[in-house]
């Protein structure tokens, strides 16, 4: 490709990430208004512990409730409205998820004076939000993935890993600089509320700037907008590789409505397990509660919220090694080496927590346990999902998986808030019993990985789709040959 070529296809590249700096953003900066929201929304209910620590728990993860729906609807979205259509109904549901949460009570009561009875129309708002995210999740990667050529495509699609973990890190900064400005009530009264509206700002700039890209040249095709396709891919490949390409679309979409299992089950089950495992291991654990992980561990309301700024500077750096290695290393070697970097990560904090040895050391595990998501289920997941399946059942497996990755999301981060708030538990365990559950499930993802995921490193997306065949001749031989 030429340079021009390059740089329209970065450019590209960089507004449809800024979906995914939304998705960083709105998913953690709850994490910098847990104490106030359990303070004006939980404790003046004067629940049992346990109550009142699974209604914490879920109001914190209620915007993965929406990411579930987001991402459940994202396929049909995508296919109906375009992937630049799709984009913009997220950013729109960013924008009102972000104030609505911010003031709960607008419409209905005294901002600052309903309490509790505010807490559902919170939710809300966060479920919208979260629908934004679970649209965004999918869409972004896709829209990327779907106009990068096939020799950059995974450094370019991990450019939305990227960005997410940049939202991640920029809320953590956003939350401390709040929280810094004022006393411990301030923030009880007032930080959260600027916390949650500070989103409006990237949300407005990304609707802005959606307005001027173009759609991809797979949904033109899709449409029967080939002329639109073509244009837009001579744009990016030059016009002799541009109707090598085209051909190649048709041919992979020549059936638009194939049946969702029509390449095998196993295609759609990697799929799903790939989005299960990159939760299960208790990243979003680690992200939506570090402040109060960090509270734990002795550290005042100030320290915890820098160590936190830490946490997702280290997730920033190791992101970038994930971008620089993908191509080259491909997909399933840095998967494994993150499992395994995650697992020993991941023992440690628990065996600290149990000894009650916590201080530089736990912050070490924490930063080393961040290090090995980041240069590899984070990103590369993304990559896989968005490369692995064939174009003829994309939107709608990718849906699924993404679906399956929120739903499993929703469940840790209820959960860990449970198990951590358990008498029982922590008198045994010092906090320490969810950190080794996260272990184990680092171990399995490394397992599950070298058996069962295929590597697509260098692969066209359209060639992908004859992975999927060739899986399903072998399957289909093996079954031939133990009947005989």
Not at 58 to 77: D, E, K, P, Q, R
Request: hydrophobic share 55%; charged share 10%; net charge positive.
């Amino acid at each position: 490709m030429s340079k021009g070529n390059t740089g329209l296809v970065v450019a590209l590249t960089f507004v449809a990430t800024l979906g995914g700096l939304l998705f960083g953003y709105d998913t953690a900066v709850i994490s910098g208004a847990v104490s106030a929201i359990d303070h004006y929304f939980i404790d003046p209910q004067h629940l049992a512990q346990t109550a009142a620590s699974s209604l914490s728990g879920w109001t914190i993860a209620s915007a993965l409730l929406g990411c579930v729906i987001g991402s459940a609807v994202a396929g049909w979205v995508s296919t109906r409205f375009g992937r630049k259509g799709g984009l913009i109904v997220a950013a729109l549901m960013f924008l009102v998820g972000s104030i609505g949460s911010a003031v709960p009570e607008l419409g209905l009561g005294v901002i600052g004076q309903m309490g509790p009875a505010a807490l559902t129309p919170f939710i809300c708002y966060r479920i919208l939000g979260g629908i934004g995210v679970g649209i965004a999740s999918m869409i972004s990667p896709l829209y990327i993935a779907e106009i990068a050529p096939s020799e950059i495509r995974g450094r370019l699609v991990s450019f939305n890993q990227l960005a997410i973990v940049i939202g991640i890190l920029l809320v953590y900064f956003v939350n401390w600089f709040i929280q810094s400005l004022g006393t411990p009530q301030w923030y009880f009264d007032t930080a959260w509320r600027l916390m949650f509206a500070s989103e409006a700002i990237p949300a407005l700039l990304f609707l802005a700037l959606l307005a001027f890209v173009p759609d991809t040249p797979r949904w033109f095709v899709m449409r029967g907008r080939t002329e639109e396709a073509l244009t837009q891919l001579t744009r990016v490949n030059g016009p002799e590789r541009a109707r090598s390409i085209l051909a190649d679309i048709e041919r992979s979409l020549h059936v638009r409505s194939e049946r969702l299992l029509a390449f095998g089950a196993p295609v759609l089950l990697i799929g799903i397990l790939l989005s299960v495992f990159q939760q299960l291991v208790g990243i979003n654990a680690v992200l939506y509660y570090a402040p109060l992980m960090f509270k734990n561990m002795g550290a005042s309301t100030n320290s915890a919220f820098l160590q936190t700024v830490v946490v997702g500077a280290a997730n920033l750096l190791f992101t970038f090694v994930a971008i620089a290695t993908v191509d080259r290393l491909g997909r399933k070697p840095l998967l494994v080496i993150g499992s395994l970097a995650m697992a020993a990560a991941m023992f440690l904090l628990g065996g600290l927590f149990d000894a009650s040895a916590v201080g530089l050391w736990a912050l070490v595990a924490v930063v080393a346990y961040i290090a090995g998501f980041a240069l590899s289920w984070g990103p590369v997941v993304w990559v896989l999902l968005s490369e692995m399946f064939p174009n003829s059942i994309k939107s709608k497996a990718m849906a699924i998986a993404v679906a399956a990755q929120w739903i499993a999301n929703l469940f840790v981060s209820w959960s860990f808030k449970v198990l951590d708030g358990s008498g029982w538990l922590n008198h045994h365990f010092h906090h320490g019993f969810a950190y080794w559950i996260y272990g184990a499930m680092s171990v399995l993802s490394a397992i599950f990985v070298v058996r069962y995921v295929p590597e697509t490193k260098g692969r066209t997306l359209e060639s992908i789709q004859e992975l999927w065949h060739a899986h399903r001749r072998d399957n289909a031989a093996a079954v031939a040959s133990a009947g005989e």
